[in-house]
């Protein structure tokens, strides 16, 4: 890194950080993304405002799809767009399935321990929407033994890593990226951090319809508040395997394993079933033995949350918002475009549930939501290192003005007035389960109206102290929430 002091009168003079590449995030795509841009001659830094590891609680959606034992990945293809509809990116599902294989055998490569079948080679689930089998993974952590290899890798090749600082302000000068500031949440003071160029590749919004903790979406909210027009918000996928009354997700995993969706009459159902509003259950009595050991962490959970043992129990079923699929438009390069692609947020990238490819259309295949954080990762990676090559810092200026303006941001949240974080999420949660997708103009103005009643009160922070403040980052996740709540409900609107 380089240690810039800005050109201004002593008084005013700040100290700020500059790197070549900026990745914001801590999940797979992050990790991905890092690890790329190192490894194409490129110095980055990783910024979240959690830990090493924390990536690995994520909900166990599925594993990781890819045409193992097929000839061509066209079948893969093909079911991608058949499961997302019309709406389905043809050339960015081409691209990405096309490059499953090479990716997955690079994890492995790295050392990923994917569950195996009798002759050694990966074993392949069959889940709903595949015309084969064709998904790979650990069981239910697939998502942490992921999260565990990528870490390894950017610890192997010493990239640099900032935890505790959640970024409030993506800074651009023209439609070109100069960096972010960051509240560290130890000491409460902003950071300027100057970088030629910038990946956004934190986690979806789904937080939006549950709690803040689930998904605040920072990357999106800050990017929006930029001016940066997203895309695909009229999205909303649910995941059908989620035990009603606890929120908790298993993974689709299971349905390749033995696992059955029924009704209460006790007929099979599929996933897409259970979005209609009756009741249904998961029926995990005639999973196989073999698999029982991959799902351990499944069965263990249930039990401690609901009592049920799943090996003579059924576990009752209701659908929910656990991923995202909208965000930042991005080329094949990673590259936060607009005007229909044609023109570049110079500097600016996105990957992983940050960036809309739209590849998943209406509704994402399993296993191709970890495959798109992987690809659209290494994509941005590179093409952002390439691009920082060749570049020069710039907007110390504009950094100075943001810096300014997010002071009297975080100011604002100490005031005596507003409704506090907890209460406006609850609001907002309550407001945006009337959308689904397919709303009609009432519930969306109804949606609409909430919208500008929580931001009109305004959001107060109760603690006063500005050290180790967590209340005052949900506070700013809040804010950033409501921002991407009016985004969807003004595309819903235009659908």
């Given at each position: 890194s380089?240690i810039f002091?800005?050109?201004?009168?002593?008084?005013?003079?700040?100290?700020?950080e500059?790197?070549?590449?900026?990745?914001?995030?801590?999940g797979?795509a992050?990790l991905?993304?890092?690890i790329?841009?190192?490894d194409a001659?490129?110095n980055?830094?990783?910024?979240?405002?959690?830990s090493?590891?924390?990536a690995?609680?994520?909900?166990?959606?599925s594993g990781?799809?890819?045409?193992l034992?097929?000839t061509?990945?066209?079948?893969?293809?093909?079911?991608t767009?058949?499961?997302?509809?019309?709406?389905?990116?043809e050339?960015?599902a081409?691209?990405?399935?096309?490059s499953?294989?090479?990716?997955?055998?690079?994890?492995?490569?790295?050392g990923l321990?994917?569950?195996?079948?009798p002759?050694?080679s990966?074993?392949?689930s069959?889940?709903?929407?595949?015309?084969?089998a064709?998904?790979?993974?650990?069981g239910?952590?697939?998502?942490?033994?992921v999260t565990?290899t990528?870490?390894?890798q950017?610890m192997?090749?010493?990239?640099?890593?900032?935890?505790?600082?959640?970024?409030?302000?993506l800074?651009?000068?023209?439609?070109?990226?100069r960096?972010i500031?960051?509240?560290?949440i130890e000491s409460?003071?902003?950071?300027?951090?100057q970088?030629?160029?910038?990946?956004?590749?934190?986690q979806?919004?789904?937080?939006?319809?549950?709690?803040i903790?689930h998904g605040?979406g920072n990357?999106?909210?800050?990017?929006h508040?930029?001016?940066?027009?997203?895309g695909?918000?009229?999205?909303v996928?649910m995941?059908?395997?989620t035990?009603s009354?606890t929120g908790?997700v298993?993974?689709?995993?299971?349905?390749?394993?033995?696992?059955?969706?029924?009704k209460?009459?006790?007929?099979d159902a599929?996933p897409s079933?259970i979005?209609?509003?009756?009741s249904y259950?998961?029926?995990?009595?005639?999973m196989e033995?073999?698999s029982?050991?991959?799902?351990?962490?499944?069965?263990?959970?249930?039990l401690d949350?609901?009592?049920?043992?799943v090996?003579t129990?059924v576990?009752p079923l209701?659908?929910t918002?656990?991923a995202?699929?909208?965000?930042?438009?991005?080329?094949?390069?990673?590259?936060a475009?607009?005007d229909?692609?044609?023109?570049?947020?110079?500097g600016?990238y996105?990957?992983?549930?940050?960036?809309?490819?739209?590849m998943h259309?209406g509704?994402p295949?399993?296993?191709?939501?970890?495959?798109?954080?992987?690809?659209?990762?290494?994509?941005a990676?590179?093409?952002?290192a390439?691009w920082?090559s060749t570049?020069?810092?710039?907007?110390?200026?504009?950094?100075?003005e943001?810096l300014?303006?997010?002071q009297?941001?975080v100011?604002?949240?100490?005031?005596?007035?507003?409704?506090?974080v907890g209460?406006?999420?609850?609001?907002?949660?309550?407001a945006m389960r009337?959308?689904?997708?397919n709303?009609?103009?009432?519930?969306?103005?109804?949606?609409q109206a909430?919208?500008n009643?929580?931001?009109?009160?305004g959001i107060?922070?109760?603690d006063?102290?500005?050290r180790?403040?967590?209340?005052l980052a949900?506070?700013?996740h809040?804010?950033?929430l409501?921002e991407i709540a009016r985004?969807i409900?003004?595309?819903?609107?235009?659908?």
């Open positions: 380089v002091m800005t050109p201004f009168p002593v008084e005013a003079l700040i100290v700020m500059s790197w070549d590449v900026l990745v914001l995030g801590d797979p992050a991905r993304a890092a790329s841009a190192a001659g490129a980055p830094l990783l910024v979240s405002e959690s090493v590891g924390a690995s609680g994520l909900p166990p959606l990781f799809a890819a045409s034992n097929e061509t990945p066209s079948s893969h293809i093909q079911d767009i058949s499961a997302g509809g019309e709406s389905t990116n050339e960015a081409t691209r990405i399935c096309s499953a294989v090479e990716n997955l055998a690079e994890l492995e490569r790295w321990v994917l569950r195996r079948s002759d050694g990966p074993h392949l069959q889940l709903p929407g595949h015309s084969i064709r998904v790979a993974g650990c239910d952590s697939t998502v942490r033994e565990r990528l870490e390894e950017t192997k090749r010493k990239i640099n890593r900032r935890s505790d600082l959640l970024p409030v302000t800074v651009m000068d023209n439609n070109q990226v960096g500031i960051a509240l560290d409460g003071e902003l950071v300027p951090i970088a030629k160029s910038v990946i956004i590749a934190s979806g919004y789904q937080g939006i319809w549950t709690t903790s605040a990357g999106l909210a800050i990017s508040a930029a001016g940066i027009k997203l695909g918000m009229d999205s996928p995941h059908a395997l035990i009354g908790t298993l993974p689709m995993d299971i349905l390749g394993s033995g696992g059955r969706i029924r209460d009459s006790g007929e599929g079933e979005m209609d509003g009756e259950v998961l029926d995990m009595r005639s033995k073999s029982e050991g991959w799902f351990e962490g499944t069965i263990s959970k249930v949350r609901t009592g049920l043992d090996r129990e576990i209701s659908p918002i656990v995202t699929t909208g965000g930042i438009p991005v080329d094949a390069r990673g590259r475009v607009f229909s692609g044609k023109m570049w947020y110079t600016l996105a990957a992983g549930r940050s960036a809309f490819t739209g259309g509704h295949l399993p296993g191709n939501l970890m495959l798109d954080e992987i690809v659209t990762g290494s994509e990676g590179k093409d952002a390439e920082s570049s020069l810092f710039g907007g110390a200026a504009r950094m100075e943001e300014s303006v997010a009297s941001r100011d604002a949240l100490f005031s005596s007035e507003g409704i506090p209460h406006a999420a609850k609001a907002l949660s309550t009337l959308i689904d997708g709303s009609d103009q009432s519930s969306l103005a109804v949606v909430s919208i009643e929580i931001s009109a009160s107060r922070v109760t006063s102290s500005r180790m403040n967590t209340e949900s506070a700013l809040m804010e950033g409501l985004a409900s003004s595309q819903e609107e235009e659908e």
